[in-house]
């Protein structure tokens, strides 16, 4: 199983400012095998990135992901009110899937 | 619009049985990929299960391998998770996703949950 390790767990920010969220495999992901998605209170997961680059249907242009190997990264350029929630990266190298513990972007 | 809904959820005994139900709507329900992914405070998000559109090939996480199956009717567009043997740790919520087009994220849908309780 891939294990996927998020961090931090909590990233306390102001909106207007820059989120950077991290995501270490423990072995190999293909990049076309990598997303990440939003989740708020209430509701499922949403996706935002898939195959590492992408942006998915509507997902604004602040929201951008990068990586390879074993190493990901969520970048949101500018917090807006609505981004405050939990972050989760997702694998589909190999079954199971698995999420990484999530991060949670809070106002601080 | 893709909907997906959720029910069979509930309270049940260590050691019970249950069946979820996920009915689908607003699309080729035969032609996707489909999953049961559950949620806790404490483990996070975890696939349980996987089916392909076929209905043959199915997939399992080793904690519920020879409790839980899998199951569709692509005629009735409902996708099913059998349930026995219940242990506490599988208390979560429920959720069907629909894949995107071979296996994809992109394009994957989640229904609302259903919530399983096992407690005695």
Redesign the interface.
Known sequence: EIVLTQSPATLSLSPGERATLSCRASQFVNINHLAWYQQKPGQPPRLLIYATFNRATGIPARFSGSGSGADFTLTISSLEPEDFAVYYCQQRTLWPRTFGQGTTVEIK | EVQLVESGGGLVQPGGSLRLSCSGSGFAFSNYHM?WVRQTPGK????VA?IHDNGINT?Y??SVKGRFIISRDNFENTLYLQMSGLRPEDTALY?CVKS?PD????G?N????TLVTVSS
């Not at chain 2, 996070?44 to 696939?47: I, S």
């Not at chain 2, 989640?110 to 949950?113: F, K, P, S």
């Open positions: 999953f996070g998000l975890e696939y996987g997939y996480v080793d959720y995107g296996w994809a994220f992109n994957d989640w229904g609302q949950g």
